[in-house]
């Protein structure tokens, strides 16, 4: 068995990793994402992949965000026709995501064409809207435990925390058993169930995002009230870049959490993102996978302010009293809330918060390192905001809750344990971590490198 990794290698984008078995002739994928952040990262994603596409049997998908599916609808064009496996859960987000992905990219490639702006004179989307749609014909959805086959290969997702649908792949193939953490949960998310300790494996390809940091032992409740009240007290906007499934949800009831308690003014909340609104009512159809009961769904969904239109969202510009606008994406690298930043950075009294990670080269990471102006749209924005990040909501765990999630697991001493998305800090400090406190033989992956195993 041979494991090529050709992304998520360096970065916390682009996860994509070629498995062949059978001396070659099964090749499949497990996770199809974009890369994002650095230029030179997101060329990647126009290049000519590094597979034959022709030749795979099929993707497994460990979950919806765009770093792990995004890519799906450009293979589609290609022409690839083979199946998409993934939890009920995770297809229906990927059926808002990926969409949403490709009309952002349109409007994006639209906008700048209309402007004048890039050096492109006809800049094209990487894929649309419509192909994105299309793509969806190809999923095939299971359940948590249950075995699906890939040639030879047997296959299942078990519960990984972190958004609706994520599952780490377990794989069984030429006497070896692989494990795909996909993105690892947390044991005290405010919302999803904590991720499920692993089987034994020969193998595991972890993600590595905070194995650099600790998540503080901080109230984000109380933190997230002091910024809101400030915000007001200069009669400011509150802008919030959020990634569309789990954290825009779970700032969504914290907003009107924080309301009910009379923590914060009753200020107008909106949610301006089509994906973030479909996403947040998908949570009501799979209640045994988080912590949150039917009434804390409606009262979640209820009491926010949806706008779904673009006249919607331009609308917004006409209002004159502080309000709060959760919009994507979380690492600002596109969408509805650029818009809102272009207008907004330059007013003093405005507030950016950021929840999530932000990946080197994306404008949030620019933002939080000081940054005074922001490129968007071809044009440098004074930043006169003020910055804040929130911290603690990350659905991610550290390194230490790694740490912990293996050696609950069911691994033997001789596991090989191969470090994957992750900033090559986070990725080398993890393997540091685990090398100390682990019986466990660690590396870090390299970008198109061979796992012969």
């Not at 490639?109 to 492109?120: E, F, M, P, S, T």
Request: proline share 6%; glycine share 8%.
């Amino acid at each position: 068995m041979n494991i090529t990794f050709l992304g998520g290698t360096g970065t916390v984008t682009g996860s994509k990793f070629l498995v062949s078995i059978d001396d070659g002739k099964t090749e499949f994928l497990v996770d199809c994402g974009l890369f994002q952040g650095y230029k030179w990262l997101r060329e990647r994603n126009w290049e000519t992949p590094l597979f034959d596409y022709r030749k795979l049997k099929g993707i497994v998908l460990t979950h919806a965000h765009l770093d792990h599916s995004g890519y799906i609808p450009r293979l589609y064009e290609m022409g690839y026709r083979g199946p998409v496996y993934c939890h009920h859960a995770t297809m229906d987000l990927c059926s808002v995501l990926l969409p949403d992905a490709g009309h952002i990219q349109e409007e994006d490639a639209q906008y700048y064409q209309r402007h004048k702006l890039g050096k492109h004179a006809h800049p094209e989307p990487l894929y649309t809207g419509d192909t994105a749609e299309r793509c969806m014909e190809l999923f095939q959805p299971v359940a948590f435990d249950q075995p699906f086959h890939i040639g030879s290969a047997k296959l299942h997702f078990q519960p990984a925390g972190h958004i609706l649908g994520a599952g780490s792949a377990i794989l069984h193939a030429e006497g070896k058993q692989v494990g795909f953490s996909g993105d690892v949960g947390r044991q005290d998310d405010l919302i999803m169930h904590p991720p499920r300790p692993l089987p034994e494996l020969d193998l595991l390809l972890m993600e590595s995002t905070y194995g650099d940091r600790r998540h503080p032992q901080i109230d984000q409740k109380e933190q997230l009230a002091e910024i809101v009240n400030q915000t007001v007290a200069r009669g400011g906007v509150l802008l919030i870049p959020s990634f569309a499934v789990g954290r825009a949800q779970t700032l969504q009831f914290l907003l009107l959490s924080l309301m009910h308690e009379k923590k914060i003014p009753e200020l107008p909340v909106f949610l301006d993102s089509p994906m973030a609104i479909d996403a947040s009512e998908i949570y009501s159809r799979y209640p045994e996978q988080h912590r949150l009961s039917s009434e804390n769904c409606t009262f979640m969904c209820r009491g926010i302010q949806y706008t779904r239109s673009v006249d919607q969202s331009k609308a917004l510009e006409n209002i004159q009293y502080p309000h709060i606008i959760i919009a994507g994406s979380g690492m600002a690298t596109g969408g509805r809330i650029l818009h809102h930043m272009k207008r907004l950075l330059p007013d003093h009294r405005t507030t950016v918060l950021f929840t999530g990670y932000q990946a080197g080269g994306t404008r949030g990471a620019r933002m939080l390192a000081g940054s005074s102006s922001v490129k968007i749209h071809g044009e440098y924005v004074p930043c006169k905001a003020k910055v804040e990040v929130l911290e603690g909501l990350s659905a991610h765990a550290d390194y230490v809750e790694l740490g912990h999630w293996l050696q609950s697991s069911r691994l033997q001493p001789d596991t090989q344990i191969m470090l994957v998305h992750g900033e090559p800090d986070a990725a080398d400090c993890l393997r540091l971590y685990l090398q100390d406190h682990t019986p466990f033989q660690v590396a870090v992956a390299d970008y198109r490198s061979i796992y012969r195993l």
